[in-house]
């Protein structure tokens, strides 16, 4: 057993393919979240927190295959700030079948009365939520972020893009969080200046969702990113493991978890 932290088998340092930083609160994990996620001791984690790639945005799969999520997600001005990303270039069929199968897994790893929280865009909200339900959990309601008016800019006529959804839930029942009720609504601006990936979320929205797990719990992210999830997680007094395919990205988490932990 890992100390401090429910991966099971052998520690997971000892394995040659997996890059792992760990300390008493957090563990991180660089690879594939389908092949760690299994690693994961059934019934461990707390609360599921997660910001998977959308790989939505294109009608037609040339736009999906030629367009990286750099110039998916930035302007011009903040092109070359940041290191692309993986998962984006799915059809949608394909993007269901791997949401589901990662989703699976961690259903198996969450335990009962456990919740789950993933993020989505407008275009992906209907086939995460047959997804979410297709691998167990109970979806029990979409969280609004709202990102306020500085979103893109859109067409003449259309509405503005300024919100992106939470499809949440809960492993079985659900009891009565002591952190609770949490509000169905949140407004968090984006400032790009301290973000430090991409599709970055705000540490003040990830702080309001950690509060799903009560103070000790065991936060999951298997799409960390950059770390906002584990860095708010820390600070709430709870516990984290994050996944991360990208080798930059990881080393960013793995920097600011460190820096948060001699805090």
Known sequence: MTVGIAIQHQPVHTQEHTKIYQNDNATLCCGNALEILPLIEPESIDALITDPPYSSGATHKAGRTNQDSLTKYLNNDNIHRF???????????????????????????????????????????????????????TWRGIVAWNKGRAARTPHTGYFRHQCEYIVWGSKGHLGKSPSGPFDGCMTFPVIPSKKMHPTGKPEELMAELVRTANSGGIILDPFMGSGTTGVAALKAGRRFIGIETSEHYFEVATRRLETETRL
Do not use: C, I, K
């Open 83 to 137: 290191e692309g990303f993986a998962g984006e270039n799915m059809d949608a069929h394909s993007w269901a079948y791997w949401t589901q199968l990662w989703m699976a897994q961690a259903y198996r790893a969450v335990r009962p009365g456990g919740y789950a929280l993933v993020f989505t865009d407008w275009r992906q909200l209907p086939a995460l939520t047959d997804a979410f339900q297709a691998s167990g959990f």
